[in-house]
């Protein structure tokens, strides 16, 4: 038995003959090593301990930087000493970062909390100088070593305690300790919940298809991979190129179509365009051997194939969101190297192409992680998005996990969750095979940005692609960096538009005409055009308030044609389609 039928039925290496007995031990050990992958929650303790010791050794080769630190610690320690003297901060320069919310309420600024603040704000400058990298220390050791101990001092800010954070405090004052019980009671429903595999209260108000999903339409193919959506149109002619969105399957489409307010494709469809979608399966055990490649031919490339089927003749524009723009990219270079010509437009949303510098992520990415996760999924079949969580809250802890937990269990008073939480709260999962690939293919050895991704036993790059591209990038965006996105304007040989607009991952594509505070920068070039960095480009570019969507949409006009045609949307019932029923589908329901 192979290693990717699956585990083996025995663990006991006497039950097999002796010519098979070294094969069976390695299984033995490697669901040994998966099950105890499992119980670590998918983190590699032996990566982690790595970099301690990468960083412990060549600090202790370092007296230069031991000294600096030692007369950095002096000097905070004198300047907190004297404010605590005069009762006051004093300005020592520090300020939080301008996307840390921790200490944004005014309250932070009175004595004795603005003190706190400022020695939180010293300790975290104290740590990313001695975590600095330092000559013969691994980058992404420092980088992780700097990750996990900023981690343990966010764990121990002032705003996550009840005695020294003002705003609680406050609370309490006001409600006569109310708070603390109420937050009391929640923490115990919440734990309960948890504890039976239930949302978090308020979260199952959100139903598919009841209050998110709502855009009506038809499901029009279905394989075992994916299901193919078209949406009724909402006037009277549409635009003869329909648009095709490819989300990632590591979360669940409805992201893109949330409440009618905020859904992308209900805003695609008021335009007037024709609009498909991508729902992937949730995949199980028997889906083990599912390839990355898999993603591409049977389902972005039979998608291309069956929308062909329902409007001949003309090109679509062809929109990939997260890991869907990466294999959709992919797959566009694929097609323009074989000269097949039938996209109009190329457009990624907060997706990446190479992955050198590929974000936060790739701290926890390495020889080490990658095989622990491959045992855990040689076990499992799979891959589910909860055990990356992990590494995920560790980037963003401030947001997901400690401000929540002061919101909700200290202050008690949780904020009304919206659409998009509940959408974060229904993940998928990962064939074995699939993920693998991808950590290894793209992750580690980036070998599509390199050219050695092979698509139909030939190789691709970026540089194949000629479609001409559409590109967001995220200001705040833990998971594709925005300059790691900004790369495809260089590496493809197309006219390239790239926008970068305020606001997270997800967040950022959720911008809907008329959202506060929203932002964006817009950069257009032709392929033989110049490069310009990012660094320089930002300095440069000016700031246009608002949403980027009418953005988009402008330029997805100027690559279709001026005719409009009447919506060829069918029921499947007129259409004599097998009866695959009616928008959102079934895979999306499948947890």
Not at 77 to 101: C, I, K, M, Q
Not at 534 to 539: K, S
Request: charged share 20%; net charge negative; proline share 6%.
């Amino acid at each position: 038995m192979t290693a990717e039928q699956g585990p083996v039925t025995s663990l006991d290496p006497a039950a097999a003959p002796a010519n098979d007995r070294s094969l069976t031990m390695h299984e033995f050990h490697r669901a040994l090593r998966g099950q105890l992958g499992i119980m670590l929650g998918a983190q590699s303790p032996w990566a982690a301990l790595q970099a301690w010791e990468d960083w412990a050794f060549h600090l202790v080769l370092s007296p230069g930087r031991q000294i600096e630190l030692c007369e950095l610690a002096t000097e905070v320690t004198v300047a907190f000493y004297l404010a605590f003297l005069d009762g006051e901060a004093l300005n020592w320069g520090l300020r939080p970062d301008s996307h840390d919310r921790r200490f944004r309420d005014p309250r932070w600024n009175r004595p004795p909390f603005s003190l706190l603040v400022q020695a939180q704000l010293a300790a975290e400058a104290q740590w990313h100088a001695a975590a600095r990298e330092m000559p013969g220390m691994a980058r992404h050791h420092a980088k992780r070593v700097d990750s996990l101990g900023s981690f343990l001092l966010n764990a121990l800010a002032p705003v996550n305690f009840a005695w020294t954070n003002p705003v609680v405090l406050d609370a309490a004052w006001r409600t006569a300790g109310a708070n603390f019980a109420s937050g009391a009671s929640l923490f115990a429903q919440d734990l309960v919940r948890l504890g039976c595999g239930k949302k978090l209260k308020g979260l199952e108000d959100f139903k598919v298809g009841e209050t998110v999903a709502l855009t009506d339409g038809e499901v029009v193919f279905r394989n075992e991979l994916m299901e193919l959506i078209q949406y009724a149109p909402t006037t009277p002619q549409v635009r003869e190129e329909p648009v095709l969105i490819v989300p990632a399957w590591i979360m669940k489409y409805y992201v893109l179509d949330l409440s009618p307010s905020d859904s992308l494709v209900r805003y695609l469809v008021d335009q007037g365009f024709t609009v498909f979608i991508v729902s992937w399966n949730n995949p199980g055990p028997e889906s083990r051997d599912t390839s990355f490649d898999d993603y591409r031919s049977k389902g972005v490339m039979t998608a291309i194939d069956v929308i062909g089927r329902i409007i001949p003749g003309k090109k679509l524009h062809a929109m990939g969101y997260c890991l869907g723009g990466t294999i959709l990219a992919i797959a566009a270079a694929a097609m323009d190297r074989d000269r097949d010509d039938r996209l109009a437009s190329l457009s990624l949303l907060a997706a990446q192409t190479d992955f050198e510098e590929a974000g936060e992520l790739m701290l926890f990415i390495d020889e080490n992680q990658v095989r622990l996760l491959e045992d855990v999924m040689h076990v499992q079949g799979y891959l589910d998005t909860r055990q990356m969580a992990g590494a995920f809250s560790v980037f963003r802890a401030n947001e997901m996990i400690f401000s929540q937990f002061v919101e909700r269990y200290l202050v008690g008073e949780p904020h009304a969750p919206g659409g998009l939480d509940a959408w974060l709260a229904d993940p998928s999962r990962m064939p074995a095979r699939m993920h693998s690939e991808y950590l290894r293919q793209l992750f580690l050895d980036n070998g599509f940005s390199l050219g050695n991704y092979q698509v139909g036993g030939s190789a691709v790059a970026p540089r194949d692609i000629k479609t001409p591209i559409f590109a967001l990038g995220a200001e705040r965006d833990h998971v594709a960096p925005w300059r790691s996105v900004y790369k495809i304007k260089r590496q493809s040989s197309a006219d390239t538009v790239f926008v970068l607009t305020g606001g997270g991952h997800n967040g950022a594509v959720v911008s809907p005409p008329g959202k506060p505070g929203a932002y964006y920068r817009v950069c257009a070039c032709a392929a033989s055009d110049k490069y310009v960095d990012p660094d320089t480009w930002f300095v440069s570019a000016p700031c246009q308030q608002g949403s980027w969507w009418p953005e988009w949409v402008r330029w997805l006009d100027a690559h279709s044609s001026s005719a409009r045609a009447a919506p060829s949307f069918l029921r499947n019932a007129e259409r004599g389609f097998p009866g695959y029923g009616p928008a959102p589908g079934c895979y999306v329901f499948r947890t």
